[in-house]
């Protein structure tokens, strides 16, 4: 599992850590979480994530120590940290498949079902966004099905290295730089997997829990609360 903060994230980043192994209960299940940090991480923060990681005799976790951004492009959502995950093919070289996750989200149960998810022929899966496909209109993309968040993404590495995916990420980012774009990451992902997509299906992931309670009671006939029985990761995207 990987996360990518700056130091303004790292409370963030403990609850997402700390739900995900409170939430745990298979005890044959070890969590291996990378967290990928652009602007290095105060002496504070890293004796937090010892401790974190020493609470827990079934979790590592990794400093990773880079920092990456898209040319011609400023440091969008106001962080360093928010296009890393675009390059985790190469921060992460030698593993071949990963859950990302953002720092807003809540784990509910263990990810194994997550992490083992058929990804043949594809670049990544993610949760569907229900506002609207942000940005799309300026680079001339259209999507009839589904618009994917970038928040909650499994990753199949090994297929975007060999597709330069990175390369790809660089060559959209020079290309599009002066089109004002809010979500450039979600446009990229869009721009740069055409036909190698997947979407997360409601039992692994949910987004905006407390922004769509109209959406669950059109198609669960139920309140919002609901879909805390049935999925394993809710993405607040706050």
Known sequence: ISFAIDNKMFL??????????????????????????????NKTHDEGLKNLSNKYNRLTISIIHTYKELPKV?????????????????????????????????????????YNLNMTGLFLRGLIDY???????????????????????????????????????VDFAEKYYDKNMEFIDQAIIHGC???KTGLL?????????????????????????FIFDITNIIHTNK
């Not at 850590?17 to 290095?40: A, F, K, Q, W």
């Not at 296009?83 to 509910?108: Q, W």
């Not at 496909?133 to 993404?153: A, E, Q």
């Open 131 to 169: 506002d609207y496909p942000h940005d799309l209109d300026k680079i001339n993309i259209t999507v009839d099905d589904y618009y994917i968040n970038s928040g909650v993404l499994l990753m199949n590495l090994d297929e975007m290295r060999r597709d330069n995916f990175t390369g790809k990420v």
């Open 12 to 41: 963030f980043l403990v609850v997402a850590i700390t739900s995900l192994m409170e939430h745990s209960t298979n005890p044959r299940l070890l969590y291996n979480v990378y967290v990928m940090i652009c602007d290095g991480i």
């Open 201 to 225: 299906p409601i039992d692994i992931g949910f987004q905006n829990v407390f922004t769509h309670t109209r959406y669950y009671k059109v198609f669960f006939r139920a309140p919002y609360y």
């Open 74 to 114: 400023k440091p969008f959502k106001n962080s360093c940290a928010s296009c890393l995950r675009l390059f985790t093919p190469e921060i992460l070289p030698n593993i071949s498949k990963m859950i990302y996750l953002d720092v807003d989200t809540l784990i509910l149960r263990d990810l194994d079902t997550f």
């Open 193 to 195: 997997c055409h036909n």
